[in-house]
């Protein structure tokens, strides 16, 4: 089994409905993530997470929620989806660590589609 | 802000040869920066990290460097092949409090056999 896993891989969605991107992992980690990718743009943050009770905004939050629901589980919401949320997204992880060693381990992706 | 820039965008070389990548970064306030890889359809793989007080970090065929007082960093791939085809980012971990990793948009590495 993947380190971390995201849920579902591939989705197709229309404009207006709730979608949920769901994250676990197996590393132990404290540190999570959630990335979306588009051509040209690179990588950018979305939402992360230092521990259950930490949550911080990222460079574009608007128009997401998120949710950590364990230390393995974070979930990644989209309230009313539109189409510029087309994307393919990335949850990850890392350790804790105050040294600035941050190795972050990816999951393999979720793509959104919204019509 | 931290900006992130990779160059080419692409590259095409024949198997055998050596190549580097280049990532430059507008702010040397960094903990560290890190290469990834990406193939097609999945998530991104790290290659190596190198911290700020770091010049070189080495696995296997691939060396990376650091340059933080120029904003600089390559990634040489020793003896290519085909297997190596694929994107590679940088990201750097700029410094201060809040968490922030800036990626480059990467370049498409194609090795042809």
């Known amino acids: 089994d993947a380190d971390v896993t995201q849920t579902p891989r591939n989705r197709i969605t229309k404009t207006g409905k709730r979608i949920m991107l769901e994250c676990s992992q197996t590393?132990?980690?404290?540190?999570m993530y959630w990335y979306r990718q588009d051509p040209g743009l690179g990588l950018r943050l979305i939402y992360y997470?230092?521990?259950?009770?930490?949550?911080n905004k990222g460079e574009i939050s608007d128009g997401y929620s998120v949710s950590r629901q364990a230390q393995a589980k974070f979930s990644l919401s989209l309230e009313s989806a539109i189409p510029n949320q087309t994307a393919l997204y990335f949850c990850?992880?890392?350790?804790?660590?105050?040294?600035?060693?941050?190795?972050?381990?990816f999951g393999a992706g979720s793509r959104l589609t919204v019509l | 802000k931290q900006e992130v820039t990779q160059i080419p965008a692409a590259l095409s070389v024949p198997e055998g040869e050596n190549l580097v990548l280049n990532c430059s970064f507008t702010d040397s306030a960094i903990y560290n920066l890190q290469w990834f890889r990406q193939d097609p359809g999945k998530g991104l793989t790290s290659l190596l990290l190198i911290q700020s007080s770091q010049r070189e970090q080495t696995s296997g065929r691939l060396n990376a460097s650091l340059d933080k007082s120029s904003g600089r960093s390559t990634l040489y791939i020793a003896a290519s092949q085909p297997g190596d085809s694929a994107t590679y980012l940088c990201?750097?971990?700029?410094?201060?409090?809040?968490?922030?990793?800036?990626f480059g948009k990467g370049t498409l590495l194609t090795v042809n056999p």
């Open positions: 990850a992880t890392s350790e804790a660590s105050y040294s600035g060693a941050n190795v972050l381990t």
């Open positions: 590393k132990g980690h404290d540190r």
């Open positions: 997470s230092f521990d259950v009770k930490d949550i």
């Open positions: 990201a750097v971990h700029s410094g201060g409090s809040n968490y922030k990793l800036t």
